[in-house]
Nanobody, 125 residues
Framework: QEQLVESGGGSAQAGDSLRLACIVP????????IAWFRQAPGKEREIVAA????????DFSDSMLGRFTISRDNAKNTVFLQMSNLKPEDTAVYYC??????????????????WGQGTQVTVSS
């Protein structure tokens, strides 16, 4: 099974911005809901945001509203997570994921069919 591949993580200061990218296999990109999850040390993996395969619908967890945006580049089979006004509590490994079924919100770990390898985001105060 082809894998999703994330990039764009790194270190940032509080208030900075980072953009994560997820390259998605073409068939998955055109048929599946793509989501971003994150997992902080010692915590469960949590949903961050998701976008439908048409791009017409997107959802965000409450703590990301107004700070994060999600978008798709159809020519590059890529989903972006733009993170602004970063906070130390945003520090986590961020994972790209493909939903197994039709769009639901919030998306849970059990809804995911494919995962990326994760990319580390570290925000210092």
């Amino acid at each position: 099974q082809e894998q999703l591949v994330e990039s764009g993580g790194g270190s940032a200061q509080a208030g900075d911005s980072l953009r994560l990218a997820c390259i998605v296999p073409r068939l998955t990109f055109t048929t599946k809901v793509i989501a971003w999850f994150r997992q902080a040390p010692g915590k469960e993996r949590e949903i961050v945001a998701a976008v439908s395969w048409t791009g017409s619908r997107s959802d965000f967890s409450d703590s990301m509203l107004g700070r994060f945006t999600i978008s798709r580049d159809n020519a590059k089979n890529t989903v972006f997570l733009q993170m602004s006004n970063l906070k130390p509590e945003d520090t986590a490994v961020y994972y790209c994921a493909a939903h197994r079924f039709v769009y639901t919100w919030p998306i849970t770990v059990s809804d995911v069919g494919s995962w990326g390898q994760g990319t580390q985001v570290t925000v210092s105060s």
